[in-house]
């Protein structure tokens, strides 16, 4: 199984960028998927997960939209009002699961699969 996230580059403040992460090989119609980042000497955190529902961190709430296409098995980030502090290296991951406990969708370790990441640069 492979996560392929795309979409990544430099944006000004105040600018948008849409992420994609299509799963190959494998279908997650069922399951959870969702985006996690990591800045410069910070640990990964979680920013957007769809499964039973959307959530999102507080950070990005009202700025970040994450959807799914299940006939494409993608799904999306689009990351509207960029900020410098949105500057991160972003994640996609998997699991098979639908996680049935609020608080799993923001856990790094409850999804078995990841992307590669794709850099996110925001300028001031």
Same mark, same amino acid.
């Given at each position: 199984?492979q996560l392929?996230?795309?979409?990544?580059?430099?944006?000004?403040?105040?600018?948008?960028?849409?992420?994609?992460?299509?799963?190959?090989?494998?279908?997650?119609?069922?399951g959870?998927?969702?985006w996690f980042?990591? *800045?410069?000497g910070k #640990?990964? #955190?979680?920013? *957007? *997960?769809?499964?039973?529902?959307?959530?999102?961190? &507080?950070?990005?709430?009202?700025?970040f939209? +994450?959807s799914?296409d299940?006939?494409?098995?993608? +799904?999306?980030?689009?990351?509207?009002?960029?900020?410098p #502090? &949105?500057?991160a290296?972003?994640?996609?991951?998997?699991?098979d699961?639908?996680?049935s406990?609020?608080?799993?969708?923001?856990?790094a370790d409850?999804?078995y699969?990841w992307g590669?990441?794709t850099?996110?640069?925001?300028?001031?």
């Amino acid at each position: 199984v492979q996560l392929q996230a795309s979409g990544g580059g430099l944006v000004q403040t105040g600018g948008s960028l849409r992420l994609s992460c299509a799963a190959s090989s494998h279908t997650f119609s069922r399951g959870t998927m969702g985006w996690f980042r990591q *800045a410069p000497g910070k #640990e990964r #955190e979680f920013v *957007a *997960a769809d499964g039973r529902g959307t959530y999102y961190a &507080d950070s990005v709430k009202g700025r970040f939209t +994450i959807s799914r296409d299940g006939a494409k098995n993608t +799904i999306y980030l689009q990351m509207n009002s960029l900020r410098p #502090e &949105d500057t991160a290296v972003y994640y996609c991951a998997a699991d098979d699961r639908s996680f049935s406990v609020r608080s799993h969708f923001y856990q790094a370790d409850r999804y078995y699969y990841w992307g590669q990441g794709t850099l996110v640069t925001v300028s001031s």
